[in-house]
């Protein structure tokens, strides 16, 4: 996987909080297809996911006013698109992670 393909999933898993000046990081997705297939990133990002819904629906049982309501669906939201990413990515061949 190139170094652009990665830089490409890893922005979808970067969040820019401009108020702060800071970047979070969901997960550094490069020094993970480093060490693992993609195959396990995905099945990673995928329970990773799965998470988020289980504090979505918490959150809308408890508060459907909160904010963190806003903020668990951007990330699931970006998560997912990272998945499909890296999918998109295993299947036109540039698996050389």
Do not use: W
């Amino acid at each position: 996987m190139s170094k652009k393909e990665i830089d490409n999933i890893q922005d979808f898993l970067t969040i820019v909080k401009e108020e702060e000046n800071r970047k979070h990081q969901i997960v550094n997705v490069e020094l993970m297809l480093r060490r693992h297939p993609p195959s396990a990133v995905i099945d990673f990002l995928n329970g990773l996911h799965k998470e988020y819904a289980r504090k979505l629906q918490k959150v809308i049982r408890e508060d459907k006013t909160s904010s963190k309501l806003n903020q668990i669906i951007s990330t699931k939201f970006r998560l997912k698109m990272a998945i499909n990413c890296i999918k998109n990515v295993h299947k036109q061949g540039g698996q050389a992670a």
